[in-house]
């Protein structure tokens, strides 16, 4: 496993990502990209830390040390270890950056157990899954096609969806775009393939493929947003942009301009069958859920002591609407992790002696947290109020002689928090939920897990081929057997008088 020195340094290999029109020579020293490299550094360090150490990584079957969730787990006790070292990483970034090395490792750490799947490409899932463990990459994953004709099957947006368009004796050459790489700029490789179904069409199988590919390979182009880390680089200090100076996982667009990948990096070539199943069928949808709901729960934590202590120097923990309102982030805060524990303790049975979170709860994660992020957030709004943006421009105003006295007058907070300390826990909150950050930072949690009615349908679907659905209406039918017209069918309760039956059918 590297550090973070040599994370860095790994980053630092010829990739082209594009910002402001211009192309960034290295990520690393780049003020879009710099602080959250630094970030992702961190947790490479802390795979080393003799106190962290422990709690982040275990021996794999192949001898070496890895994260624990780039391992499958085979227990009950094992995926809760993972998930505590899951929490244990988020809590690095405070639950603010979500799609960190263990996210991908929700599908890399279950390619050993389910490389039978990946008919004629299973030697290469099982060589992507030690790799994986020794190396403890990086991995971003673009799965989405870009918004353009969605409603048109794949082979009609071929200018434009990634396909496969020539084969090679050591490989096949693809072009295509495709979206949301989410710190892409940042990762060692991107993993491509399709969330939606292959709608083939006319029996054209180019877009029937799943692969890894690394990012500085030739033709690959990373597009990235606007950095958020960038604009509260040049506009304030870390004062003012605690979160948005280090934390923005940079989203972008990967264009793939003719890019060779060789036969090794590829899980399936012209398969429907795997191309459209890999995430429903490889246990990748429970343990991807089991990442970002444990994320999310830390994320929760954070929020919490931020409510308690913006309140507490506001003066106004002491009212009842505030406390009710402080109860209820804590009971979301509470449930959340409640369903990161049942995903564990409760596992569902995986391929080759492997276990997988459970799925039910999984959906419940889903459907939840979308909804949750925008409530908290107006909860902060409601509580916090106008002293959100009643603060003072920047840091430099604290240092100006002419305009501190002021400040330590009119901004101080209640119980002799000085203006110093309750600007600084405002800035704070504000840049969690107000600044660009914080709005693609409330756009990620809407969507994290799929479009919002996707999200619901699959709920739906889950329960239909677990046999669920049956079982709920059993349950009801149940009830409707206890009577009929004639009274209750079951000697356990003293039926109605035979002449208020004739009267009722009457």
């Known amino acids: 496993m590297m550090n973070g020195k040599e994370y860095l340094e790994s980053l630092r290999d010829g990739r082209v990502v594009y910002l402001n029109g211009e192309k960034v020579e290295d990520v690393t020293a780049h003020p879009a990209y710099q602080n959250a490299a630094r970030s992702i550094a961190r947790l490479y360090d802390a795979l080393h830390d003799p106190e962290k150490a422990p709690i982040l990584t275990t021996e794999t079957e192949y001898g070496f040390r890895t994260h624990k969730f780039f391992k499958a787990s085979t227990s009950a006790e094992e995926l809760l270890e993972a998930r505590d070292a899951m929490a244990e990483w988020s809590k690095l970034s405070y639950g603010f950056m979500g799609r960190t090395p263990d996210y991908k490792a929700a599908f890399i750490g279950s390619l050993g157990p389910y490389a039978d799947f990946y008919k004629g490409f299973e030697d290469n899932a099982r060589r992507w899954y030690k790799k994986a463990q020794k190396d403890v990459p990086f991995c971003n994953h673009t799965i989405v096609n870009p918004q353009m004709d969605r409603d048109q099957p794949l082979h009609k947006n071929k200018d434009v969806f990634v396909r496969a368009v020539e084969e090679r004796d050591d490989g096949v050459i693809v072009s295509g775009a495709k979206m949301v ?130 309140t507490e120097m506001a003066g106004t923990n002491r009212f009842r609407g505030v406390q009710a309102n402080i109860g209820e982030v804590m009971s979301w805060r509470n449930m959340f992790w409640a369903i990161s524990t049942a995903m564990a303790t409760n596992p569902e049975k995986g ?156």
Request: proline fraction near 5%; hydrophobic fraction near 40%.
């Open 181 to 310: 790489g989410t710190s892409a700029a940042l990762t060692h490789y991107n993993f491509v393939a399709n969330y939606s179904p292959v709608d083939l069409g006319e029996g054209d199988q180019s877009h029937a493929l799943i692969f890894f590919v690394p990012m500085n390979a030739p033709g690959l182009k990373i597009v990235s947003r606007q950095s958020y880390e960038e604009i509260a680089t040049k506009l304030g200090t870390p004062y003012d942009y605690p979160l948005s100076s280090r934390f923005d996982e940079n989203d972008a667009v990967i264009v793939l301009d003719n890019v060779f990948i060789p036969w090794e990096d590829i899980l399936t070539y012209k398969n429907v069958d795997v191309a459209n199943g890999f995430r429903p069928k490889t246990g990748w949808v429970n343990r991807y859920t089991f990442q970002g709901c444990t994320r999310f729960a830390v994320k929760l934590d954070f929020m919490v002591g931020l409510l308690l202590k913006a």
């Open 351 to 506: 391929a080759n002696g492997c276990v997988l979170p459970n799925g039910t709860y999984a959906t419940a994660y889903r459907v939840f947290a979308p909804m949750v992020w925008p409530k908290i957030k107006e909860i902060f709004e409601q509580v916090a109020a106008g002293g959100l943006i009643q603060l003072p421009s920047s840091a430099k105003d604290f240092l100006n002689p002419e305009l501190r006295p002021y400040l330590d007058q009119y901004y101080k907070g209640s119980g002799g928090v000085s203006a110093e300390e309750r600007v600084k826990v405002m800035k704070l909150i504000w840049d969690a939920i107000g600044t660009e950050f914080g709005g693609r930072n409330e756009l990620y949690e809407i969507n994290y897990a799929g479009n919002h009615e996707g999200i619901r349908l699959d709920t739906l679907k889950f329960a239909d081929n677990s046999g669920q659905t049956d079982k709920f209406k059993d349950f009801v039918d149940q009830a409707l057997s206890d009577y009929d017209l004639s009274g209750w069918t079951s000697e356990d309760w003293i039926n109605p008088e035979k002449d208020q039956v004739k009267a009722v059918r009457n």
